[in-house]
């Protein structure tokens, strides 16, 4: 195409839309045989048990070390579903684009994005293009919306979690959220933090063959600690997590000392969270850890009869009540 | 909930933006055993023929005779669905808020779309709400993602149009692109026109018994001019459009006289272009004009294998070329 940056026309349905979708989106994202020129777009499909979940992506700024905004668009939405002990198969990507937006840049999102969908294994099967006028966008604003099939004897969810459990984390938390922060440049600091921004369907399909596994969740907006006051609200238990056991990487510990942010509450974008039976948490450790993401991976803490509360064990034999989310010192990180 | 304004605090995961999704969007869009605590949600499935289609919604103003963008965000997606034949089943629904926008008028629109929701009986299961700086958003942008299912043995397409086939229009044209250019006050201009904004599925339901149906497709943006286009494109043959047949309310053709715009390229919201096999059209506009919104529905052209242009054949009997749309006189709307 011969334009460098997006125009209203390149969101009006008309010719200059066509070819944005047809040069960029289509290029990059669909099969030869998904017509970008329709607006629905027929799957066929075998199982019966099917799940859906979507995700809105604003983060600031749109590339960051270890991924952007495309990536994440993928990862964000593919993780949801793999939680839940799905598979994923299918996306939807909606985009909002600001008037005056460089195209190469565009594309290279696209770009990123279709690697992304590919690795996961996911087909983009239906788009939509808006432009916004200038001054009334952030660049560019994702949405996707995901599509995938789960065996229907699967139980899974915080219904399923009992006193006792083993609580694990896949990995170093916070990285994402410090890796956009350093992106923003906004403190003077700098720093080779990169995002953990990834697809977890290899972690989550690890821990499918274990009985006694409860429940999975990916800890993004809000970090661990939502994750664990979502456990709390949602079963009469509490948790006690030991803070030497959560991984956290040096730098990133240091950067929060140095800002005062809490690690504990910084979205990570590639790691699972997920509540064991005490009996079977050695061996969902085990699988993990013979996994590239999973190396990191340990156990944190133990699902308490107790109390409803999130409780944090510090290295020095003190505890610490870590409160619900009210304030975030990171914003637009997904 | 205390607050009259979206603060970024609303966007974060944290426990505002809890209390905006329990109090604002599930009380008014999800049955009560939807969770929305979760990011993705399972859905049990009959059939084995699948339709995705997404649609993201920026119009200005939010609000417009005869609809809002929340009305308008149902009605986008399941029509999409609905031309292909399916019946429409569930949505997924991303909320991109500005800070500072109003929670009493957020309300508004999320009943609206309830309310258009529930008419079109669909189902919402799955959201996802991010809060974009004061500044970067135009107060409100919405993304629908809609999931239904069809017949399989259901063939409708361009591929099946031929040469003598009958095009056949559900309604007034051009409703809604005036209705959102007036609500606008730009030009000064006032008036009563209402946007066509609804759920087609009474009347591609309507269509599905004719053996002749061989396509069928909402004029949105770009209009009546652009679907005639796409036809041309994807087929050997072109259309013959007879003036004095489209359906155009006076007040619509008036504004249009006014301002210079042509009614054929502007936006429908709730209108459905049908080409049937010539010996179907008029069942087809009878069974139509049997209907609540089809009462002005109209044959207004042939399929020719003449030319592959898109003709204009004038009450003077003059022919004119409609062009492919290029600038769009009105952007964002929808």
Redesign the interface.
Known sequence: MDDTHIS??H??????MRELIEEIFQQHLYSSDVNT??????????H???????????VQPLEFSGGDIGSLAVHGTVN??A??G?RPH?L?????IEEGFEIARLENIVQSLARAATDAGVSV?????????R????GL?L?T????A?DRDLDLGMHRIQAGDKILVSGEVGNHGIAVMLAREQFGLRGDICSDSACVLPLTTALLPLEGLRFMRDP???GLA?VMH?LC??TPYGVQIEQTAVPIADSVQTVCDMLGYDPYYL?CEGRVVAVVAADEADAALAHWQALPDGENAAIIGTVSAETQQVILCTELGGERFLQ?????PL??IC
Chains 1, 2 share one sequence.
């Open positions: 209203l026309a969101g009006n349905g008309g010719c200059f020129q329709v607006d629905a777009m027929s799957l066929s499909w075998a019966e048990h099917i799940v859906m979940s979507t995700d809105g992506f604003t949801d579903l939680v839940t799905a299918y939807t990507l909606n985009v909002f099967v239906a788009g939509d293009t808006k432009v916004l006028n001054g009334e966008g952030g604003y949405a919306t995901g599509v995938g789960r993004t907006r809000g939502t979502e609200a949602a979205a619900e989310l009210e304030d975030d914003p637009r």
